[in-house]
DNA sequence: TCAGACGTTCACATCAATGTGAAGGCAAGT
DNA sequence: ACTTGCCTTCACATTGATGTGAACGTCTGA
């Protein structure tokens, strides 16, 4: 698929997939008139960093956590693939995630229990 | 507390505190001289402001649904407070904040599960 | 074949969050 | 009194994620 399509599939604008090719988070082949063409995945793929943006991760560590994630076993078979920094690294992102993940559900359920509490008091 | 101290107590330089203070984030008093004086309970929000940052929400939301955070239950008992505007804004936020720990979780589990799967393939 | 929709690159603008420095006032210790 | 450190405001710079437009090539259907 054409850079046009993926954009509609996934409503994320043409300029920001061209951005997170430059960025190295996307690796679309080229056809012979140079236009990008997508796999049928890349709607995931587009859909997994915008999330992860959203969350607040940088195109940075998205790019360095990436290749871990979804991957197929057969690169698991490789476990040289795992020098001491790549497992301090993502073990460090891992523990940053779920700090943000307390962070926000803290805050999710502060939202809820005072929705809940207005609920209670308008019902009396 | 003077914001030095603060910026101490919570490793947030204190030119962020000051702009925290511009966007409606941080209320201090003010002592004759001029200077900023901040509240014991000054730390906390210094910190949830920041894991909420952090957690990629923008200054904007998080001054609108801050009064709803870890309110005393004396807010609660108005609950003219909730127009519906607000409800909806608190229960969109709310989603949204979902959506973002739905994807996060996601994301340390896959790394968490790829190291699991390393070690175990190094212990054979 | 020509128009219109889509693609390309390049470049400059914006916005939020943050860094940094200048210029000057206030406070506390020697 | 003077130094040192903290405070103030003002202002300009930077970085990452985006918006936007120019100038130009490519495909496709009437």
């Known amino acids: 698929m054409k850079i046009g399509e993926l954009s509609r ?21 080229r056809s012979d008139n140079g236009y990008r063409v997508y796999g049928p995945t890349a709607v995931y793929q587009v859909q997994q960093i915008r999330g992860l943006l959203d969350s ?33 690294l993502l073990r460090g992102e891992a523990e940053r995630i779920q700090q943000r993940i307390e962070c926000l559900a803290r805050n999710r359920d502060a939202i809820y ?12």
């Open 56 to 88: 607040g991760l940088t195109t940075e560590i998205i790019r360095r956590i990436m290749p871990f994630l979804d991957k197929p076993d057969d690169i698991l078979m490789h476990p040289r693939c795992l020098t001491p920094e790549v497992d301090a």
């Open 113 to 124: 229990a005072y929705l809940a509490a207005i609920q209670d008091a308008g019902r009396r």
């Open 9 to 29: 599939r996934t409503g994320v604008p043409t300029r920001m997939l061209r951005y997170y090719e430059e960025q190295d988070l996307l690796h679309p082949e």
